[in-house]
């Protein structure tokens, strides 16, 4: 594994789930840990699969989607399904929560942190109930998109400007 300290503290965190749970800590479970840190940002398991099989680590599928699942009960990975879109994966982070600004155009997701809302969300009482952190989903279209349409639109309402000719 690329030891960096984070990298470490989330093997050894890993390793203290699976043994409290009684489960195998094998190579294809932390070489699958290992690809995830270097994705960064968000991911799905089918991007993960393709990385480990560039990489020529062959694992199944199936073992790639058992073992993202271990890591969210590990606390390890946060799991989102935006807008019906395949399980996107990023790493939990207890002590900031952000927004997820997602396109519901493209499906690109932009993460935003607010450290007002965070604040607030961190002195909001909720009964019984303790907040550790949070994750707001925002739909929209993003400016890429924005411009997209606005090309399009443009020529659909004056064709002669797509080919150049005035």
Do not use: W
């Not at 030891?3 to 932390?30: C, V, W």
């Not at 519901?104 to 997701?109: L, M, Y």
């Not at 279209?141 to 606005?150: F, T, Y």
């Amino acid at each position: 594994m690329n030891s960096t300290g984070n990298d470490i503290a989330l093997r050894s965190r890993f390793e203290a789930y699976l043994a409290s749970k009684g489960m195998r800590k094998t190579q294809e479970r932390f070489v699958i840990l290992e690809a995830a840190c270097a994705m960064g940002g968000h991911f799905d398991a089918d991007t993960l699969h393709r990385r480990l099989e560039a990489d020529t680590y062959h694992v199944s599928l199936a073992t790639v989607y058992n073992t993202l699942e271990l890591l969210r009960r590990a606390g390890i990975l946060a799991c989102h399904t935006f807008k019906s879109r395949q399980s996107q994966y990023e790493f939990a982070d207890a002590d900031e929560g952000h927004m997820h600004l997602v396109c519901s155009q493209c499906g690109k997701v932009r993460e935003v942190p607010d450290a007002e809302l965070s604040h607030a969300i961190a002195q909001r009482r909720f009964g019984s109930f303790s907040a550790t952190s949070f994750s707001i989903e925002i739909f929209g279209i993003c400016a890429s998109c924005v411009r997209q349409n606005r090309k399009n639109k443009n020529n659909k309402t004056n064709p002669q400007n797509s080919n150049g000719k005035s």
